[in-house]
């Protein structure tokens, strides 16, 4: 049995966990041929692929997307091509993976505005940065602008891409500042970009009163979070190792040929949870020797 599993490069923190849990999940299976990649983007990504359906017969491809829309026609090629295709976070703009696998991204962003509009008290200043385009930032920024727009007392000053990345993040944080004023918290929407977010604050010598909601659960934020940092209240969980359910999901629905029976009664799409890591909660998701 051949599978190819093809993920965004070590490029962050969660892509970094990405890949670290992935090569476990592979290692429990020494007997599938296993086609790893990872690509910085999608042209590198969709070469990949191209790459494994030419080069390999695959049985199975995990993906977890770099974007969802350009990678969207290669994942239609392998469902074409009879492939049991897993798809992880970051999804197709069509239905055609077998399953897909994510995490609760709507309450991801719900959560987060939730508590920013409750640490308010439903009036303050805040600013926005999104994450590279995809579903995963489409459904979070959706839902958390849903929450804040029903709090009119919340004023969303600007929006911008911080692409999922600290220098971005970092370099997005400074505009900010520079453009406005007066900033009461910011929804960093990623433990990443919340670092980068800090840094940039720091430098420029913003009050310790302003705040920043990342998510993830990078065990460097969650530290701050349980040791009450003053700028870390909260942070969202969003674990890595959801690409090892996958891996794990496409080997055994394969492995007595029997796919096409299972999907009569298995889900095609798997929702994890996600949750409000506070200082009272904190330890629970603390685990200093993870690589995330």
């Known amino acids: 049995m051949t599978i190819g599993v093809s993920v965004p490069a070590a490029d962050h923190g969660w892509t970094a966990g990405v890949g670290w849990w992935a090569r476990r999940a592979m290692e429990m299976y020494g007997d599938v041929n296993w086609v790893y990649a990872t ?11 191209k790459d494994m359906m030419a080069q390999q017969k695959l049985d199975g491809l995990v993906v977890l997307a770099t974007e969802s829309a350009p990678l969207t026609p290669v994942a239609e090629e392998a469902h074409r091509n009879g492939i049991y295709l897993v798809s992880v976070d970051r999804g197709f703009l069509k239905p055609v993976a077998d399953l897909f696998i994510e995490g609760d991204n709507e309450a991801f962003g719900r959560k987060a505005a939730e508590f920013i509009v409750e640490k308010l008290d439903g009036r303050g200043n805040i600013v926005v940065l999104e994450g590279i385009p995809s579903t995963v930032n489409t459904d979070r920024v959706d839902a958390a602008l849903e929450v804040f727009e029903a709090h009119p007392g919340v004023k969303l000053l600007g929006r911008q891409p911080g692409m999922w990345n600290r220098e971005k993040a970092h370099e997005v944080m400074k505009n900010f500042l520079t453009q ?20 940039a604050l720091d430098e420029a010598g913003a009050d310790a009163s302003v705040w920043i909601v990342g998510g993830g659960g990078m065990k460097e934020v969650v530290r701050k979070v349980m040791d009450g940092h003053p700028r870390y209240p909260v ?23 029997r796919a096409e029976r299972l999907a009569e009664f298995m889900p095609r799409h798997v929702k994890l949870d996600v949750e409000l890591v506070t200082p009272e909660n904190a330890r629970d998701y603390y685990f200093p020797d993870s690589v995330y």
């Open 180 to 199: 406005f004023g007066d900033i009461d918290a910011v929804w960093a929407a990623d433990d990443d970009m919340a670092l980068g977010v800090e840094q």
């Open 39 to 49: 690509a910085v983007g999608p042209e590198k990504q969709i070469a990949d692929i």
């Open 235 to 257: 942070t969202i969980t969003y674990p890595p190792s959801m690409i090892a359910v996958g891996i794990h999901m496409c080997v055994s629905n394969l492995r007595d040929g």
